[in-house]
């Protein structure tokens, strides 16, 4: 083989083995889903069905947790004025994890009708692994707080979970089910999704300045070797 075809050999191979590293990455899966709550209110019980989506981004130490609603749950027989209405929710943990997550989010920024859906703002939180696998992310109860009272949204059709992520636990935690409890607070994690993209591709660079530091060297000995 001439000295031209082994360096494009050599160059296509480190560039197979760079995508090869990328594509084995692990990422974060999310999926909406849809919840259907039963909700105990002062006037009685309501149902409503919402598409629930939340999502995990890598923030300092932990993960950033946005539970989104995307149609509006329960509803008020009176106008909730601005900043009336406080909702909070739980999003329970499974996989290599266990527990709950407590998600909170700011008061309605606008007054929401009378008999009106209402429209939960995003919620969040911060999660910190306390245990090293998968770990996934479903939504829980629902609390709404308005003008003294208090309304509860309990899913009653067993929803899949909306998130999973791939999670590293600091000081060589194991996987399996933590103890119950709030997700805050544990030991602090060393590498997760995005960090685990950066590290392998980094390494996917390393295999092609490889690959092309091969080529330089067959080129420049080619010389040699002709005298």
Known sequence: M???KRSAALASAAALAGSAV???????????VDVNYQCRTPIGDKSAVSPIDI?????????????????GVSSSPVELGK???????????????????????????AAIPADTPIKISDLSGTYTPRKTGKVTFTAGVLTIK???TTTTCTPANRPGPSLTLDVTAAGGGTSGSAPSGSASGGRLPQTGPEDSVVALGTLGGTVLL??????????RRNPAVRH
Not at 61 to 70: A, E, F, L, N
Not at 85 to 105: C, E, F, K, Q, R
């Open 22 to 32: 990328l594509m084995a990455a692990p990422v974060a899966r999310a999926d909406v």
């Open 2 to 4: 001439s000295y031209h």
């Open 83 to 109: 900043g009336a209405m406080n909702p909070s929710a739980t999003i329970v943990l499974g996989g290599a994890d266990s527990g709950t997550l407590t998600v909170t989010g700011p008061a309605n920024q």
């Open 146 to 148: 308005a003008l003294g």
């Open 55 to 71: 999502k995990g981004v890598r923030s300092g130490s932990g993960y950033g947790i946005t539970m989104s609603w995307q149609k």
């Open 210 to 219: 490889a690959g092309a530091a091969g080529v330089l060297w067959l080129t």
